[in-house]
C-alpha cells in the first residue's frame, strides 16, 4: 500500500488491485473515518479517525 496515503485517499481501483494488502489491515477494525466511514485496525490509515466504542 502506499505510504504516504490513508484508506480514505484511495481510489476504487487503487482498492481493488491491492486488496490482498489492505485486507489484514482492516480485518479486526478499531477506528472508523469520520470523513467517509471507512474502518481499520490502526488510527494511521485513516485522516479523521474515531475510535470504535464497545458495547
Known amino acids: 500500500m502506499k505510504k504516504d496515503k490513508t484508506f480514505c ?3 476504487k481501483d487503487y482498492i481493488a488491485k491491492h486488496l490482498d ?3 489484514p489491515l482492516i480485518n479486526n477494525p478499531k477506528f472508523i473515518c469520520k470523513k ?3 474502518a481499520a485496525n490502526n488510527e494511521t490509515h485513516l ?3 474515531v475510535k470504535i466504542k464497545n458495547k
Open 9 to 11: 485517499d484511495l481510489s
Open 21 to 23: 494488502e489492505i485486507i
Open 47 to 49: 485522516c479523521k479517525p
Open 36 to 38: 467517509c466511514a471507512r
